[in-house]
């Protein structure tokens, strides 16, 4: 059995369509914001990755948002672009304007069902909501052939109202629907239910795409995903690393794999190119400045690691033994000394293709090399994770409008810290010196005098890159801002270097999250 869609013409009965929602849903976590260039890059990274759907953003969130759906719309070829709207004219007008450059394009229309989010957001009565459904969607359909629509709480709407409003939304020409667990509420029998249901009782639902999108307040993003897929699901909404609202979303690299190791229980298939799992991982992290857990599934830096010694003999003798995957199916590889202090920027440039950035602008190169050559000046081995950390705080960063320029810390038992610090604000380089309690809080006391402001800094992490004395330390801190949170993350051989910069990349972040306005009802 196939069906046909507007986006993906006849889709085989088999092929899963991944819709990723990082650069939205994933974008709303408390602390994540993404400037323009870094959406571009994770929008580009999504593609090699191979999703189907890229959900770019909330064009009518604000000025910043429409343009970052736009452009990614124009730039990027292959996945449908999508962009998400209420059921307001304007949210909708603002979203098909934004996603209207794309090859191919999806708009996005959510609106609440359940009983207590009609009842206290909304305010509206049941048939209210039932008519909107239908007419926001077939507004949508007058700018894009290919319609989305969600029942936001879906999971918690009472059945033949969930019944009805979807049936609405599919005469009135939606093409995929989604049910949400929008608060992570459901468990797996549910999301197999409601699927069931909507497959039995509603007229049309064989004839448009159904898909699920998990929340993982309980931790059951991705088993509620996966049960929805047994009972008929074709879409499957997640986020790299599992990023979102609160506890975040189903994971795509999790649901991937599951699907991928496992044909025999799921029996579906994606076209996700799972040897760029990992980099993409570690793109979002450096971008977010929000590290996965050591022992999170696939990804983590313990997903493949064996410290018990029956493990490890078990491995030794047959990999399969304790490992279900091998590490090089999603893009683990054993770090190796491939580059020094001798390399040249030719070969440079080179790694860093191999390492997935692309072409990199001549300006950039010279900044990410000499770094590199800094680097390797200092250390004695250089891995693949350091040239990663150091080329990411010059690629990644390189239109924001605070810059790192230079550091130096005086620190000891026999006198007061003191840091001269300078940094480059909108294109001038600024001074300052300051004292503290020790060579951290002296930098970041010299940061205050450069660039005022009234965030308060609620989190301050040490990690290191690689193994040994002389690794690059990565460095977290967390600011908070009348209510929005931003992490940034640095990197160097010098922990109040990398403190620094950790420091400069959270306060560009929380110069993004100034500009950006939610509106209400946000959440899908």
């Known amino acids: 059995m196939s069906t046909n869609h507007p986006s993906f013409g006849t889709l085989d009965e088999d092929r899963l369509i991944i819709f990723d929602t990082t650069l939205r849903d994933g974008e709303q976590s408390p602390g994540f914001s993404m400037n323009l260039t870094e959406k571009l890059r994770m929008a580009e990274a999504l593609t090699d990755l191979g999703v189907d759907v890229i959900e770019a953003g909330f064009p009518i969130a604000s000025p910043g948002d429409f343009e970052s759906v736009r452009s990614i719309a124009q730039t990027i070829r292959g996945p449908v672009i999508c962009g998400l709207a209420r059921t307001g004219r304007e949210d909708i007008l603002r979203a098909a304007e934004a996603v209207k450059p794309a090859e191919r394009r999806r708009i996005h229309v959510f609106l609440s069902t359940s009983p207590l989010h009609m009842k206290h957001k909304l305010r509206m009565e049941p048939d209210a909501v039932l008519e909107l459904a239908a007419s926001s969607v077939a507004l949508a359909r007058q700018f894009a052939d290919d319609v989305e629509w969600s029942a936001e709480d879906g999971s918690r709407t009472e059945p033949d109202f969930l019944c009805r409003c979807v049936e609405a939304a599919i005469k009135a020409g939606a093409?995929?629907?989604?049910?949400?667990?929008?608060?992570?509420?459901?468990?797996?029998?549910?999301?197999?239910?409601?699927?069931?249901?909507?497959?039995?009782?509603?007229?049309?639902?064989?004839?448009?795409?159904?898909?699920?999108?998990?929340?993982?307040?309980?931790?059951?993003?991705?088993?509620?995903?996966?049960?929805?897929?047994?009972?008929?699901?074709?879409?499957?909404?997640?986020?790299?690393?599992?990023?979102?609202?609160?506890?975040?979303?189903?994971?795509?690299?999790?649901?991937?794999?599951?699907?991928?190791?496992?044909?025999?229980?799921?029996?579906?298939?994606?076209?996700?190119?799972?040897?760029?799992?990992?980099?993409?991982?570690?793109?979002?992290?450096?971008?977010?400045?929000?590290?996965?857990?050591?022992?999170?599934?696939?990804?983590?830096?313990?997903?493949?690691?064996?410290?018990?010694?029956?493990?490890?003999?078990?491995?030794?003798?047959?990999?399969?033994?304790?490992?279900?995957?091998?590490?090089?199916?999603?893009?683990?590889?054993?770090?190796?000394?491939?580059?020094?202090?001798?390399?040249?920027?030719a070969a440079f440039r080179d790694k860093l293709r191999a390492l997935g950035y692309g072409e990199v602008g001549d300006n950039q190169l010279n900044d990410a090399f000499r770094r590199f050559k800094d680097v390797a000046d200092r250390k004695k081995v250089v891995y693949d994770e350091d040239i990663v950390a150091l080329v990411d705080d010059e690629v990644m960063r390189d239109h924001e409008r605070i810059r790192f320029v230079s550091l130096d810390v005086r620190a000891g038992s026999k006198a007061p810290p003191r840091a001269e610090l300078e940094l480059e604000v909108d294109g001038a380089v600024q001074a300052a010196e300051a004292t503290g309690d020790g060579p951290v809080d002296a930098t970041f006391n010299a940061l205050r005098q450069i660039f005022q402001h009234d965030a308060t800094l609620t989190l301050y992490s040490v990690g290191a890159v690689t193994d040994g004395t002389d690794a690059q330390a990565r460095v977290t801190v967390r600011l908070e801002e009348n209510g929005k949170m931003v992490d940034g993350q640095g990197a160097d051989t010098d922990t109040i270097v990398a403190s620094a910069r950790a420091y400069v990349h959270a306060l560009n972040k929380l110069l993004v999250k100034r500009a950006r306005t939610e509106p209400e009802a946000l959440s899908a």
């Open 175 to 345: 093409t995929t629907i989604n049910i949400p667990d929008t608060v992570g509420y459901a468990v797996p029998e549910d999301m197999a239910r409601i699927f069931t249901m909507l497959r039995e009782r509603v007229p049309g639902a064989d004839e448009v795409i159904l898909s699920t999108h998990n929340h993982n307040d309980l931790g059951l993003a991705v088993a509620n995903t996966l049960a929805a897929v047994a009972a008929g699901v074709r879409q499957i909404e997640c986020t790299i690393n599992g990023i979102g609202e609160r506890a975040g979303n189903a994971s795509l690299e999790e649901v991937a794999m599951a699907v991928r190791t496992r044909p025999d229980a799921i029996g579906r298939r994606t076209g996700i190119r799972t040897e760029n799992i990992l980099r993409t991982s570690k793109l979002l992290a450096t971008i977010t400045g929000f590290d996965v857990q050591p022992n999170k599934a696939i990804v983590g830096r313990n997903a493949f690691a064996h410290e018990s010694g029956i493990h490890q003999d078990g491995v030794l003798k047959h990999a399969g033994t304790y490992e279900i995957m091998t590490p090089e199916s999603v893009g683990w590889t054993k770090s190796s000394l491939v580059m020094g202090k001798h390399s040249g920027r």
